[in-house]
C-alpha cells in the first residue's frame, strides 16, 4: 500500500509539473525569437564569435584575447547574463 501510494505520489507530481511547466511558456509576455546576435555584429572589440540562436547564447574571443559568455532570455521579462575569463598562457 505505502508503495503504490508513493508511486501514484510521484505520478501526479510528474503531470501537475509539467502541466505548469506549459502553462508557463504559454504565458510568456515577450517574443524569445526576437533575440539575435546583432548585439554582437558591431561591436569592434569582439574578434570572433559563435552564437546559439536555439539557447540563445554566445561564446565570444574579444580582441585582447578574453573570452566572455554570454546569454540572452524573454518570456516575462527580457534578461542577459555575461561571464568574462581571462586568457591565461
Do not use: A, F, P
Given at each position: 500500500?505505502?508503495?503504490?501510494y508513493i508511486n501514484l505520489s510521484i505520478i501526479l507530481l510528474?503531470?501537475?509539473g509539467s502541466w505548469v511547466i506549459k502553462e508557463e511558456t504559454d504565458q510568456c509576455v515577450f517574443n524569445a525569437d526576437a533575440i539575435t546576435d546583432d548585439f554582437l555584429k558591431a561591436n569592434k572589440n569582439i574578434?570572433?564569435?559563435?552564437?546559439?540562436?536555439?539557447?540563445?547564447t554566445a561564446y565570444i574571443l574579444l580582441k585582447n584575447e578574453d573570452y566572455v559568455f554570454v546569454k540572452k532570455w524573454a518570456c516575462v521579462q527580457y534578461g542577459m547574463k555575461a561571464k568574462k575569463n581571462k586568457y591565461s598562457s
Open positions: 500500500m505505502g508503495r503504490t510528474v503531470i501537475l574578434q570572433s564569435y559563435i552564437w546559439s540562436n536555439k539557447d540563445k
